[in-house]
């Protein structure tokens, strides 16, 4: 009764027209409405609301209602009593209970009911009342409303939020993530906008207002502090339910894959391009995918309409631009979803989402992930686009600048652009508090200091922004050649065994040890390379020379002071020299333009580019020490400070002076370098020593001339016996040099090695022969008196022709005992083996070769065991000869000379053994000559019991109690 | 070989492996020569199969007290053989100037004029030259240092009587 007696004498304190005024906007309540205490909310409202002035003031400006407008002071005990139950009211509209929020926004405006009429009023009543008093309305609503937010979050929506240990998509964990919470805050947001702070200038939130009106009270209300602080602490509850590190690795999952495919990564493309395949074929998935991306793009306007935000479009627009382009390529390489533009956009997407929720940028977690994904991004790009490519020239350099300013940096300035035009949830830092800006700056200095990806995200317009920017731009720059300088140093092994194809890996390089530090690197990631992969005992010496070598070259162009080359050739010097090879490779590589053309199988062909080497003489520069004295020498470097105390300067700039230096002790190389020279000399048929003295003359620029003179002697040898060849011939008789031509070499025998004159194979040479050598002989005593010959048959080299019957066989190389033997035939079909080895007096071991020489040129044949005859017919010898195979092998002991040769050893061995110990049994002697018999000892015990008969056999040992003895 | 064996002994810090590769080789090398090419009244080979102590077999100089008889040696080589010399002693009973009732041997090669280019062989070699010619003014034993000058029928008789001791056992 009391409330209608006060509304009754409120009205007949309002004029009719303010109350028509009134009535018109908060209409009087209905006839369904509960009569009791509720039904006196309007009431008592209507009576708050008419005493504001109405003529376009806004509430805030006048807060306060004076009392004296009042026609009725309120009774305090009433004033409680509509204050509680508009409280009941208004958080009973407010609160979220137990609901789950639905995946979008719309969803829960149309699920939302629409506050009526009441509660607006309890709304208004709650907001809008005692804003002075010590009961503040408005603030305790805020706060309850804070609270409120924060168990429903806890309770509902945090749970969502969690991520699974195992998860197979993660950009859809993701998107899910973050659409939900972006909801969350979205509704959050919405109320308390709406209703807690709702200011009631424009009388209903549901009613359709103009945009851009709506877009300044945005402002507005962002700028309202108690909206930032709401939002700050909507922002660290959704921070802290996001757990690391699974969030960060579910960010850095995401975010690599879209920030690869956007930046046109090569195999992440084709990655996401598999992923979009997939998508694709279901469609369900793309439709859910298409929602979500909807979902995400649409914005809530604070009044509750549903606008598509219209400054995204402008956001993504220049992604929109290039990403055209970028799906033409797509299209081209068959890639109709995943474009780059694409996956661009889903990032600014996602972006702006975790801008929203207060984890992106701005010294917030996801700018630290965001900068690991550009981190690994850098390098994956780097190993995928530039491992294994060392084309000369290199243009990996400009390729890879090139990319870090218009693809990656494009995509950062747009990422962290982006959040700095987002006004929404986001606090720029001029409005940072002064602790927390100076945080900012020391952190953002920090990241400078490390190298780090720098970030900085309040991006302005002005100059010192575009310096800012252009900085960070040169610090990507900087840490993407890093990336590449240290690809490079990983491949340098490789890149040095292909030298010199991969000259473009070397220059790469070069800009990257351009500190002591990146040196070091290299130096010693190198030095550990070149160990593990050739300085062990499975390499060959050749090889390891020629990795030296190229070593040498692919240094002397990375640095041509000589630095690095000084310090990673050590080991691999120190190791040559262990080893007991290196000079034979290398001489005979640094001769090897004297050699005839050797077969490609050849393991030291490889070092013959020793010899163009060589003929390049010494560099002029390692000509004495004098070079620092050239004061004109414009060009000039102190050491780089990374010389060593040992560094010598320009040691690396000549490959054969390099190898030589290996030894301080120049016998050794000349001693080899005679052999080598006395078999050249000896093989070749002719007089001519031309390519020889050139090597030789190249050589003592080297190694002086007085080393060298044993080998001028041996040069001077050959040139003289073809003079003294010459002289002796003409005085010869006509008649006996018709069918033979014989030449001679007159080496002193002083000079030249005694291994190149090794001369045991004694036998008869063919008459016509002896008596040239006889004639020869007396012709060069008569020339050089007092000097004495001996000839040394076994090195001869005799050219061949034999005609048969149907062919005629030319062999230019054959040995004198091989030509000794084919000689005997002259004119008979067939010899017996011991017959033709008594007629010439040579011994098994070199018969057997030359008779199997010949037999292998089809020349000869066995016919029968120990006979050998001529074949003078191919074809029908042939048919004979596979007849005859098998009785011969069956019927015949022939040992072939190894197998003698073992026989013999083996003999000896065992009377050596019976001579020293007594008697022995065949288990002791077998165990003994297995231990001791160079070569390998294969026999079986039966073999060993069997040769043991035969030399009983022979007297030589016999059987005593125990086992075997000697014959004394 | 000649290259080689400079580039060994430029390596001066050699590791005892290695080392006891050398001599293994070294010695393998020399059964090898000596089995090969064994010069007359000579011989010697490992006992049991080990490298490192060999047994020699020495035929007494002919036109000596010694002659027409076989000698048997012990020949013990050092882990840095051939930079020490062997230990070579007699195992057949001697009876010699320079020659203890151990078998040991005083020969200036043996001690401190060894050098690492002897081998077997001209150990052996200088050995047996040692049966015909000793040195009687450092000798081991005095008897057979005075008989020899003074008395070869009686020092001949004494020595052939060592011997058979042996080959009566």
Redesign the interface.
Known sequence: MATTLLHQSSTKTCSSARRQIFQSVFPLPTANVDQSLLSTQPDSFFETIHSTPSHGYNTRHHPTPTPDQLHLLPNPVEVQARRSSAWEIVTKFLEFGNETFPTSMLQWLERRKVPGKEELEAIKYMVLSNEDGETNGRGMLAEWYTSEVRRHFLERVRGELEIPKEYNDAAKLLDRILAIANTAQEIYAFQLRNYVLATFEEPSPRKLVRRGRTKKTLDDDDKDPRVRAFTRTLNSLISHSLVDPGWSRLVYTVFLDLCGAAVGMPNTAEGDEDKMSITEDNPEDGDEYGQISARLSQKIDPDGDIIVATDDASVIEPGQLRGNDDSQVSRNRSTPVGGKSHARKKVLELWRLMENLGIGGAGRRGERVFAEVINTLITSYVHQSFAERWEHPSNAEEELTDWVENTLGKLILDVLFSSARKPEGYIPSDKLSPRESLRVTRQSLGKRRKGGMEIDFSYGPDEEEQKRRAEDLESWKRIALGRLGRLRVSELFDIVVDWPQSLGGVEDLKSYITTPQTRLHLTTTFSAALNSRILHPGAGTSHVLAAYIRLIRAFTILDPRGVLLDRVSRSIRRYL??R?DT??VVVRGIMAETLPPSDPSDPDSDLAELAAELTKGLPSQAVGGLEDMDFEDMSWVPDPIDAGPEYKRNKGLDVVGSLISL?D?KE?WL??IQSVLASRLLDNPGYDTTSEIRTIELLKLRFGDSLTQACDVMLKDITDSKRADATIRETRPQSQSLDTEFHAKILSRLFWPQSSMKAETVFRVPTEISAAMDQFTAGFEALKSKRKLDWLPALATVEVELELEDRTVHVTDATAAQAAVIHAFDGITSLRGEELMKKLQMSTSVFNPAISFWMEKMVLRESEPGLYTVCERLDKETELDTGHRPGNDGGDEEIDPEKLMERQ?IE??I???L???GVIQEQRMQ??LT??V?GGYTWSIDELKEFLVEMKDAGKVMVAPGGWKIV? | MEASSNLTAANAPKRAAEAGATVTKRLQTELMQLMLSPPPGISAFPRDGNLLSWTGTMAGPADTPFANLTFKLSLEFPSNYPMSPPNVTFTTPMFHPNVDMAGRICLDILKEKWSAVYNVQTVLLSLQSLLGEPNNKSPLNGQAADLWDRDPAEFKRLMLLRYREAEEE
Do not use: A, C
Request: charged share 30%; net charge positive; proline share 4%.
């Open positions: 020299r262990e007991d000079i034979r030894w002790n050794v001693k080899e050893i000896k061995f009377i050596g053994m001579t020293n110990q165990m003994m231990m001791l160079p004394s």
